[in-house]
């Protein structure tokens, strides 16, 4: 009986340094009691939810704040001359910009506006650093220009680059005749940009071997902006339109 009593008590009897600090120690992970499941449930699901909010409202708060940074900068051409007016009303500056810059269209497209046009235009291109940084934006905006001038994009294009079985997506700005003994091949100058829009590769292809799909130029554009994020799911050749049972799918276009 003493035996058993003394293995009883060395059984249940706590160590000195347990008992003055009240317990197993909590750092310890060996004598700390395990975790609840549903805590580290309810913490995963508070940051799923967390990270769904983020992603829902990140592309609002970047679309907020950059239309109302241009509300501001625009509004700022005109505003301070409704201020020396005495006239401090929000957003008449930004309208009367808009107005502007559609009366500048109009005069413009008139043949007295486009003779000052390019007088401006004379001048701007002889000045040693300007004229690099207007013929480079001019280049850009000629190619959403609704006029469709000699210098913009004609057409959006699928070239086979650089090796077989892949494919480039670019646009075409010109057409080139190739002169051979036996024939003359006809030509497609299509840029392919590299970095964005405003740098790119130039490739002369045979216009049979391009594929132009069913795309506007301002489509092209945004698939190149968003780096092939609004590319459609199916992609048909103008030819194809008509018929939608031989469309192309996109995991043999790309």
């Known amino acids: 009986m ?3 009593m003394a293995e009883e008590k060395e059984s249940t009897s706590i160590p000195l340094s347990q008992a003055e600090n009240g317990g197993p120690d909590p750092e310890d992970p060996a004598k700390s009691p395990p975790s609840s ?5 309810r913490k995963s699901w508070f940051s799923k939810k967390f990270m769904t909010g983020c992603v829902v409202l990140f592309p609002v708060a970047v679309t907020f704040f950059i239309t109302w940074w241009f509300i501001q900068f625009v509004d700022g051409f005109f505003s301070p001359l409704y201020e020396r007016l005495g006239i401090d009303i929000f957003g008449l500056g ?7 810059v559609f009366f500048v269209g109009v005069f413009v497209s008139s043949w007295m506006g486009a003779a000052v046009f390019s007088v ?5 291109k002889r000045m ?9 934006s001019k280049q850009i905006s000629a190619a959403i220009s609704p006029d469709q001038n000699t210098t913009a994009f004609k057409e959006v294009a699928i070239i086979r680059h650089p090796r077989v079985g892949e494919y480039a997506f670019g646009f075409i700005t010109s057409t080139v005749t190739l002169q051979r003994e036996n024939e003359d091949e006809e030509l497609c100058s299509v840029f392919v940009p590299t970095n ?12 049979k071997e ?4 069913n795309l506007s130029i301002r489509e092209g554009i945004e698939i190149i902006v968003s780096g092939g994020m ?6 048909s050749p103008q030819e194809r339109v008509a018929r939608p049972n031989e469309r192309i799918p996109m995991n043999r276009m790309m």
């Not at 930004?94 to 502007?100: K, N, Q, Y």
């Not at 040693?128 to 480079?136: G, K, Q």
Request: overall charge neutral; hydrophobic content about 50%.
């Open 37 to 41: 499941p549903n805590s580290s449930t």
């Open 120 to 124: 401006g235009e004379w001048v701007i």
């Open 210 to 213: 391009i594929i132009r799909p």
């Open 230 to 235: 609004t590319m459609p799911q199916v992609i």
């Open 94 to 100: 930004f309208i009367t910009s808009l107005l502007f």
């Open 128 to 136: 040693p650093f300007v004229r690099h940084i207007y013929s480079a």
């Open 2 to 4: 003493a035996t058993a």
């Open 196 to 207: 964005h829009l405003y740098i790119g590769d130039i490739f002369l292809v045979n216009s």
